[in-house]
């Protein structure tokens, strides 16, 4: 079974946001979903991998194969076409909470924002809110 590659690191994440990030909007935007998400979490940010900033995490095992590791509660990445915001536990109980987010696309695992001003900061609260409870329900544990 292959290794995960997105794992915690060292790196400094505000090095990696003003080393990485293509615009100032996007700058500012990542800084600010730095504040709101440590604030949020009670989690300091740290890289995961090259370029995903994570708050918190947990162990998981997957129910259809025998992969299993940590990963972040939440989190995001400010890539080039837009921000990936890991905030969103895909399950159906779970999509109401998405009617109210504002501007953004789906992706498999993620929600794709253009900028932070597109989405109400409130229903993002709600989505990191739910998919931490659901975590810690389905998984247990949850660490620093």
């Known amino acids: 079974m292959?290794?995960?590659?997105?794992?915690?690191?060292?790196?400094?994440?505000?090095?990696?946001?003003n080393a990485f990030?293509?615009?100032?909007?996007?700058?500012?935007?990542?800084?600010?979903?730095?504040?709101?998400?440590?604030?949020?979490?009670?989690?300091?940010?740290q890289m995961w991998g090259a370029s995903m900033i994570g708050f918190g995490s947990y162990h998981?095992?997957?129910e259809r194969s025998r992969q299993e590791g940590d990963w972040p509660l939440v989190g995001f990445?400010?890539?080039?076409?837009?921000?990936?915001?890991?905030?969103y536990t895909g399950s159906p109980e779970?999509?109401?909470l998405l009617d109210d987010l504002g501007k953004f696309k789906m992706g498999k695992a993620c929600i794709y924002v253009k900028k932070l001003a597109d989405i109400n900061q409130a229903a993002l609260r709600r989505l990191?809110?739910?998919t931490i409870d659901f975590?810690?329900?389905k998984y247990?544990?949850?660490n620093s």
Not at 21 to 45: A, H, I, N, W
Not at 77 to 86: G, Q
Request: zero cysteines; hydrophobic letters at 35%.
């Open 21 to 45: 990030v293509d615009s100032e909007q996007k700058r500012k935007d990542s800084f600010e979903l730095l504040d709101l998400m440590r604030e949020f979490t009670g989690y300091e940010p």
């Open 140 to 142: 247990g544990k949850i």
């Open 2 to 17: 292959a290794e995960l590659k997105t794992k915690p690191t060292e790196a400094d994440v505000h090095a990696f946001i």
């Open 128 to 130: 990191m809110d739910a």
């Open 135 to 137: 975590l810690q329900s």
């Open 60 to 62: 998981y095992k997957s």
């Open 94 to 96: 779970h999509a109401h």
């Open 77 to 87: 990445s400010p890539r080039k076409a837009a921000i990936s915001l890991y905030v």
